[in-house]
């Protein structure tokens, strides 16, 4: 996986202009601030000195480059005058979730992309630009934040469904069987959910600071489909909430499949105990150190048995007319 990715793009005589390649320094990302109207620099995986180097590169501020290499920072915006600063989590699900980080500088005809973990997370975007796309005609590096913004929002939604079929598959095993891996499983999709609800949120707010404010190099063409990706993570928002309450449910019914499981052994206990007690009873009255005229009879000792299973059968068909058992 490559470390530094350069791609730049624009708008000539004979129609879109555009290169893409693999770097080995980010100083050779200047010499395309010039070539093309918009450069966009795709740094992944740098450790924190690589990344204090971009920021004197290009003059970021000090801040910027501290969110860029401590992890984990919060999604948000930051307006820096000549460029603006967002920091936007791209999510995993291998097990459990995953975030990782990603930092995006937007100046006026560039755009610096610094993510936590090496990945093909953009790849579609570079081969729009290596194609010559007709989407990218008279476009900007706001138009770019656009689309990135938008690859990352993309990629919650089929890992809420992921999580959907999970809840759906723990309200099964609740069915038909409890067990403390199925509370396992509950517990973990909680957790799951928390972790994605505290990144969606923040997401949201960030994606309104678009709408609410003055940011530089942002066009209100580029907000018109950042509208979009807001109503997706709204979308996203609400399926978190949907899930929590449904993982919420699924535990009371965990506790109350628990809890009528209990009854029933408790049940089956206490007639298996009613059944005993009477043969009991016979059994100590026979039992008792002093005569009884059942002693002379020969028949005395079957008789006595024959008593208990008559009890016993009268009992069964008690408790089964009663519906105990």
Not at 41 to 64: N, P
Not at 135 to 143: I, M
Request: glycine letters at 4%; one cysteine or more; charged letters at 30%.
């Amino acid at each position: 996986m490559y470390k530094y990715k350069l791609a730049g793009f624009s708008q000539g005589k004979a129609g879109i202009e555009s290169e893409v390649k693999e770097i080995a320094d980010p100083v050779d990302a200047k010499a395309f601030l010039g070539k093309y109207s918009v450069t966009w620099l795709d740094c992944a995986g740098l450790s924190e000195k690589e990344t204090s180097d971009l920021g004197d590169i290009f003059g970021f501020h000090k801040l910027c480059i501290d969110d860029c290499s401590h992890f984990p920072q919060r999604p948000k915006i930051d307006d820096y005058k000549e460029y603006f600063f967002l920091v936007a989590k791209e999510i995993e699900y291998k097990k459990e979730v995953k975030s990782h980080q990603v930092g995006v500088f937007v100046g006026r005809n560039y755009m610096v992309t610094v993510r936590e973990k090496p990945g093909d997370l953009f790849q579609a975007l570079f081969d729009k630009i290596a194609d010559k796309s007709p989407r990218l005609e008279d476009k900007g590096s706001d138009y770019l934040c656009y689309a990135v913004v938008d690859k990352v929002v993309d990629g919650y939604i089929p890992i809420l469904e992921v999580i959907e079929d999970e809840i759906e598959a723990v309200e099964k095993d609740i069915l038909g069987d409890v067990s403390k891996e199925t509370l396992k499983k509950i517990f973990k999709l909680k957790k799951d959910l928390l972790l994605l609800r505290k990144i969606i949120i923040p997401t949201r707010e960030m994606l309104l600071f678009f709408e609410r404010e003055d940011l530089p190099n942002m066009s209100d063409k580029t907000r018109v489909y950042l509208r979009d990706v807001y109503d997706h993570i709204v979308t996203a928002t609400e399926l978190v909430d949907t899930y929590r309450e449904m993982t919420s449910s699924t535990i009371e019914s965990y506790l109350s499949t628990l809890s009528n499981n209990i009854n029933q052994i408790v049940k089956v206990l206490t007639v298996l105990a009613s059944l005993v007690l009477v043969p009991t009873l016979i059994a100590g009255i026979y039992g008792m150190n002093f005569e009884m005229p059942e002693y002379k009879w020969k028949y005395g000792y079957p008789f006595a048995l024959a008593l208990m299973l008559v009890t016993v059968l009268i009992q069964l068909i008690l408790f089964k007319r009663k519906k105990w058992i």
